[in-house]
């Protein structure tokens, strides 16, 4: 792990120096390639390996709301594979310490100086299981973390590697002795999924494909880090019109009129589904956003952000019903007049 | 700048004026009225000239022209009345206008309320012509002006207008339509760059969309009126008139009573609609009158005197004897009572000669040459009293002195020698036996009594005049044998002249009679000494009723045998009682239309009737030109920075006119999806769609500056098939009322609608600071 502690020199980490020469289609190349990787090891999950890689590329993160062994570590574990990058998983739990987590100063009696030893933060691909099951204190040091894209420790600030990307799980079910993210923390995870049982096909294929041994041992890079930063790097510079913006916009507010919502989305899920609509485009190919790529993000990237009103009849229909009619209903504002 | 002005043009819509003016001449005498339209035609289209040629927006030329127009027309008819006395003395010339429109037929009198008339709505037409086809460049559009006019002729005359007017207008229309082509095409040829839609420059309000549509009509037209006449079997003529504001109901309305007689036409109306209800004390009225004299010219008689020179009338007070008859003790007099008359005044039908009357509270006059009242206001009731002077064997003996009798005595030059020689022919000592004798003449066997007119004889390879034509074919039906007693009475010496009026009707027997339009009927009034004008019966037959009774005595008289039939020879006897004759009253018998005065006065329609038509083809055109301007304007508003986005709202509110409501907005690609799914397209519409909505979302959405495209190829392909597939009406509504001009009224209306409300709503802030 020793390695991993020049982190402040991320390879492709100076933006607009390599930028010409990455296209959007090669971005998109390699984006299919990763999910074509990774839609080997999970199946029948194009969704979820879609919003995943979209993530990945937008440089957010993940929160993964589900069961348990419906393949939310296999996911993780692909995607890190396919970028042949190092993987860092942390199984939280009530006793798990915010050191444990960034990393922690130890004092080195040969060089008599102290030591940084990074925590399990320090990896391109982070993921982060039952993340209600750790205390408020440990939660609040990942989330800084992934807001920061760096670690202060002891008054040293090291950067995280790029592209770093956290996935965090959550079991919906078992809430006894959990810590719930609040809605302040949710808010800083891109997209929420769930990944739901697999469809039956793919389950029984599954059963024979890979009931011999671990599907990611036969499974070859297709890229790697650098190259994926380079497309990060990319994607942040696809056309986003204003008519397009203003868009966004009015979805945005229209949660916050909504009567159905007791809280609307916050203007970091502005940003936010802007910023993954760029990378949706570019794994289209495209170099600019269109509707059709904020109305596909709208339910993974704002549904985890609102909260529904104590109504019973929209508790019920639930946020992604709502964010739907809420898409119907908004108009797409045509080019500025 | 010479060609700015369009002078090549603007000749040729001069020259389609005055060539759908030429029917005029069939309605209205002279012809110095025509010069003078040509000429104020011709100004204003020269001041529409003179201000394009300094580049004058086309909407301030046409304002511009109608001004020039207005105060021509001033300076023409009332140059001596530019002060306070201006709107009297046009008032005075409208109503003049009306009167002369409405009381007399084709041809009428040129009054000069007439001609500023004239000179107001011809060269008035002829803006609109220079507008359409001159600054606007459709000439197509054009024809719709030039067919006013041209139909206010032909629904004016009651005979077929001569095809030739029709040709002549169709060809200076074409030739119009064609010369407008020909300087587009020659357009194309040159260097001079131009804007990919030339129609914009030159077509400010937008109506070239409409002038494919104007065309098609236009040969459609053409067509039609060469074809449907050919293959259909002549109809009655009906005028506008007729169907518009003429009362067919009893008593509701007023009759009016036309004037003139025409003896070159069929009589086809029979309006049975009843002029009044009268109660007689005699057994067998005699015809009631409306009007007498007249002059008679080219087959027509017209200038029966109106109200004119009239002595007040006093209810019940005798009056004057009428000139040349000597009363004698044994005079009678027969009251004649009359209820429901419908009338239209200053004309009311009465006996001949009247001795008092009671019009009750109307005001009336008399007119002592014609021995006839007239009425200022519709008398509902009234009665009558009225002379049966007493046989004389010294009547009609000896001949009267001429003079003073010009008028009556002027023979028609062109049918003079033919008449002179039957006079002749016919014979007789004294002026009465003349007299009976032309009407033995005329109700003898030889005559046919018929509503239609025989064709029109050629003789010497020459057409003969009308009063001719009757002489020879002996065909014809009151008007004919009255104007033929007429002047044949003139060529033996005897002041003779034209009465107009109704015969008695029908009696429902209770001595009521009831009097028709179709009873109206015109005969002779002979001077003969000491009985003063006196009436005649030369129409044979059931139709007129008997011969006058002082008529009887002469049945000797030379030339033509008494008439066999019944009616005819009724009431043999000299005596002065009014026995019943064996002929019951004729008239019942026949449903046909009477005489000359059936034709009812439709210029009073014809006016409103072409102004409402012209109005309505107006009107037909604000919804397109609102459509229009709506889509000019939303292509100005994104010209600059998104060409795309206007060329795309403007073909979404084409689909809207097609049928096809525009989505809410939705993103290019949910719109795409939506058009395909509510209209069938073909392959070719489809890719025409996508290519546009691609357009379209990469100019909304993309990068700017990387292109700029147009979608205005695939848009035109795209309503090309939509159109294809939509019904005739959606396509004809999507012409004449648009979706889009409708929601431009409808904004407006909810516009002005909300302003009282803003209104308040401001007040009321205000208050409640």
């Not at chain 2, 029709?166 to 030739?175: I, S």
């Not at chain 2, 990387?706 to 190829?713: D, L, P, V």
């Amino acid at each position: 792990m020793s390695s991993s502690i020049d982190t402040g020199s991320a390879p492709a980490s100076t933006p607009g120096a390599h930028a010409p020469t990455t296209s959007i289609q090669d971005v998109q190349r390699v984006a299919s390639d990763i999910h074509r990787s990774v839609s080997a090891v999970i199946e029948g999950k194009q969704e979820v390996i879609r919003t995943a890689v979209v993530v990945l590329l937008a440089e957010g993160h993940l929160l993964i709301e589900d069961v348990p062994g419906v393949g939310k570590t296999m996911l993780a574990k692909a995607l890190a594979r396919s970028i042949d990058s190092p993987m860092r998983r942390i199984q939280f739990t009530p006793d798990l310490l915010p050191s444990d987590v960034t990393g922690v100063s130890v004092f080195n009696q040969d060089t008599r100086t102290f030591e940084f030893r990074p925590g399990a933060i320090f990896a391109n691909v982070v993921v982060g299981d039952e993340i209600n099951r750790a205390s408020p204190k440990t939660q609040s040091a990942l989330l800084e973390c992934m807001e920061e894209g760096q670690v202060t420790v002891d008054g040293t600030t090291y950067r995280l590697h790029k592209p770093f990307l956290v996935m965090a799980t959550q079991n919906p079910i078992e809430m006894e002795g959990t810590y719930p993210l609040p809605e302040a923390q949710r808010d800083r995870f891109m997209a929420r999924i769930s990944m739901g049982y697999p469809p039956p096909g793919a389950e029984l294929e599954m059963l024979d494909v890979h009931g011999g041994g671990s599907p990611l041992d036969g499974m070859q890079p297709v890229t790697d880090g650098a190259t994926v930063a380079r497309m990060a790097d990319r994607v942040s510079q696809v056309h986003a019109s204003p008519a397009l913006r203003q868009y966004i916009v009015d979805i945005v507010s229209a949660t916050r009129g909504s009567s159905a919502f007791r809280l609307g989305a916050s203007p970091r899920a502005s940003l936010q589904l802007l910023r993954a609509a760029r990378a949706f485009a570019a794994l289209e190919g495209r170099d600019h956003v269109i509707p059709e790529d904020v109305q596909a993000l709208i339910e993974p990237v704002l549904a985890h952000r609102v909260i529904l009103s104590s109504d019973n009849q929209h508790l019920h229909r639930g946020a992604g019903a709502v964010l739907g009619e809420i898409v119907r209903r908004v108009p797409v504002p045509p080019a500025s007049r | 700048m010479i060609t700015r002005a369009r002078p090549s043009e603007t000749a040729l819509a001069l020259i389609a004026v005055i060539v759908a003016s030429w029917p005029l001449t069939t309605l209205l005498q002279g012809g110095g009225w025509l010069w003078a339209i040509v000429l104020v035609s011709a100004a204003v289209l020269g001041i529409g000239m003179a201000l394009r040629a300094v580049g004058t927006p086309y909407a301030v030329v046409l304002l511009l022209q109608l001004l020039g127009l207005v105060a021509i027309v001033a300076v023409l008819n009332v140059p001596d009345h530019f002060d306070s006395t201006f709107a009297s003395a046009v008032r005075d010339l409208v109503d003049e206008a009306s009167r002369t429109v409405r009381e007399s037929a084709a041809p009428a009198p040129v009054t000069p309320g007439l001609r500023m008339m004239l000179e107001l709505i011809v060269p008035g037409l002829a803006i609109t012509v220079d507008f359409l086809a001159v600054s606007s460049r459709q000439p197509s559009l054009a024809g719709v002006p030039l067919l006013v006019i041209y139909l206010l002729s032909t629904s004016n005359t009651g005979e077929a207008l001569n095809p030739v007017y029709f040709v002549a207008l169709a060809v200076v229309w074409l030739v119009m339509v064609a010369h407008g082509s020909g300087m587009l095409v020659r357009g194309w040829s040159s260097m001079r760059a131009r804007s990919t839609s030339p129609t914009l420059l030159d077509d400010p309000l937008g109506v070239a969309g409409l002038a494919s549509v104007a065309r098609t009509l236009g040969i459609v037209t053409i067509l039609a009126a060469l074809i449907v006449p050919a293959v259909t079997p002549l109809p009655s003529t009906h005028y506008f008139a007729q169907g518009l504001g003429r009362g067919s109901g009893g008593g509701a309305g007023t009759v009016a009573f036309s004037t003139t007689a025409n003896l070159a036409n069929d009589l086809r109306s029979q309006n049975t609609s009843p002029v009044l209800d009268f109660r007689s004390s005699e057994l067998l009225p005699p015809p009631l009158r409306v009007t007498a004299g007249g002059t008679y010219a080219g087959g027509e008689w017209t200038g029966f005197p109106g109200a004119v020179g009239l002595d007040q009338g006093t209810n019940n007070r005798g009056l004057p004897v009428p000139p040349g008859l000597q009363t004698s003790p044994d005079d009678t007099t027969e009251t004649m009572t009359v209820t429901r008359n419908t009338m239209r005044p200053p004309f009311v039908p009465v006996p001949f000669p009247v001795a008092s009357a009671n019009f009750g509270d109307t005001s009336w006059g008399y007119s002592t040459t014609t021995s006839q009242p007239y009425t200022r206001t519709t008398a509902q009731s009234y009665a009558v009293r009225y002379r049966v002077p007493a046989q004389n064997a010294d009547n009609g003996s000896r001949p009267v002195d001429p003079a003073g009798f010009d008028a009556e005595l002027k023979l028609d030059p062109i049918s003079e020698p033919r008449v002179r020689a039957l006079a002749r022919q016919l014979g007789g000592d004294t002026p009465m036996q003349q007299a009976v004798a032309i009407q033995d003449y005329l109700r003898g066997n030889e005559f046919t009594y018929s509503l239609t007119l025989a064709p029109t004889r050629t003789v010497d390879g020459r057409r003969l005049d009308p009063l001719s034509n009757f002489l020879v074919t002996k065909q014809g039906y009151c008007t004919q044998f009255a104007t033929a007693m007429i002047m044949l009475a003139r060529a033996n010496g005897i002041p003779a002249r034209m009465a107009l009026g109704f015969l008695p009707g029908v009696s429902d027997g209770n001595n009521v009679y009831r009097v028709l339009q179709s009873n109206a009927h015109a005969w002779p009034e002979l001077y003969l000494s000491g009985l003063g004008w006196t009436r005649f019966e030369p129409t044979p037959g059931v139709r007129s009723g008997p011969a006058p009774d002082y008529t009887g005595d002469t049945s000797t008289a030379p030339g033509g045998g008494r008439a066999p039939d019944a009616s005819a020879s009724a009431s043999p006897s000299q005596a002065p009682t009014r026995a019943p004759s064996t002929a019951a009253p004729a008239p019942s018998a026949s449903q046909a239309a009477a005489a000359g005065g059936g034709r009812i006065d439709f210029w009073r329609y014809a006016l409103p009737t072409a102004a409402v038509l012209v109005l309505g083809l107006l009107g037909a055109l604000v919804l397109p030109l609102l459509a229009r301007r709506r889509r000019e304007s939303i292509e100005r508003r994104f010209a600059g920075h998104a060409p795309v986005e206007g060329q795309w709202q403007v073909l979404q509110s084409q689909l809207a006119d097609l049928g096809i409501p525009p989505p809410q907005d939705r993103s290019p690609r949910a719109t795409e999806r939506y058009y395909r799914s509510s209209t069938p397209l073909d392959e070719p519409g489809r890719s025409a769609l996508h290519r546009a909505v691609q357009t379209l979302e990469s100019e909304r959405y993309a990068r700017p500056g990387e292109t700029s495209r147009s979608i205005a190829r695939d848009a035109d392909r795209l309503l090309h098939v939509v159109r294809s597939n939509q019904s005739l009406p959606t396509r004809i509504a999507a012409l004449v009322i648009p979706q889009t001009g409708r929601d431009v009224v409808r904004e407006a209306a909810r516009s002005v609608t909300r302003w009282p409300q803003q209104v308040l709503a401001r007040v009321s802030r205000r208050r409640g600071r």
